[in-house]
């Protein structure tokens, strides 16, 4: 009795089984939709930059692709469509151009839903992750600033304002500079710079900062998290820098070229420098 209690059960179970692939005959392959770039790659634009994404459709169900949908959501426009073609005709790829939206924060990220539809209605869904940093609040650069070797220091150009803003206005000699420069003279002929402060500028070497595409976020995050330090010295060609005032980031430095000048051949340091913007919650991204 048991026995064939136990094989009724396995009967019913394969039928159960066999139920299901007849309403479920659908494999993974019978619809395919592969997009380059792939998911593992890193998508970074900056508002108003178009990416091209490129589609291949594969069908196997005796259908055709019928429909093309292309949605984007993130925290500021909400969900989008972007694009939703119908084909009336047979395809295998098409194109996508994207264009990235302008936001108001600092660094926006876009989720993209490419979502195929053949005739009988089975669909398949790819997504893509896209980061968006904001071309409005890219940091402005001032340069290129020149620093000149002064013993009494009235030549550096980087003074600190009673608010206390960074900045490269050239002021009195009876101010103190937020940044000069300090030359040692070593038994070996050589004279390497120095970043040094009339005030309690800090400084920090960050040579492995981004300068290029430098966000007042990133600066401030790896400014906070970094030892400062009241004098930087050996300063190099290709040197990056960032100053500050206390655990605030006020500016970033790039150290072009270091040259000596006139007849006295003294030193003289070029940089490119971009100040900070001051930082809202309205343009940090969450």
Known sequence: MKKIVCLLCLCMTLTALYSCSEEEPQELSDIALIITPSLADSIVLQSGD????????????????ERLQVKSVDVENGELTLADTTYAETVQEATFIYVAPQTTRERLSVKLTFTLTETSGRKTTQTRTVTVNSRLLMLQEVGPVVLYMAGDKADAIMFNEPTQVFDHVLEAESRLPDLYLDVDTLEDGTHPLAFMSGTETRFVRANSFDYASASANAIQTVYANSVRMARIDALQTNDIIIAGHG????????????????????????????PLHKITEENIAK
Request: charged share 25%.
């Open 50 to 65: 178009r990416k091209l994404f490129n589609m291949k459709y594969y069908v196997n169900t005796g259908g055709k692709v």
């Open 247 to 274: 655990a605030q980031a006020e500016g970033i430095m790039f150290i072009q070229n270091i040259v000596r000048i006139g007849t006295d051949n003294d030193l003289c340091l070029q940089m490119r420098y971009k």
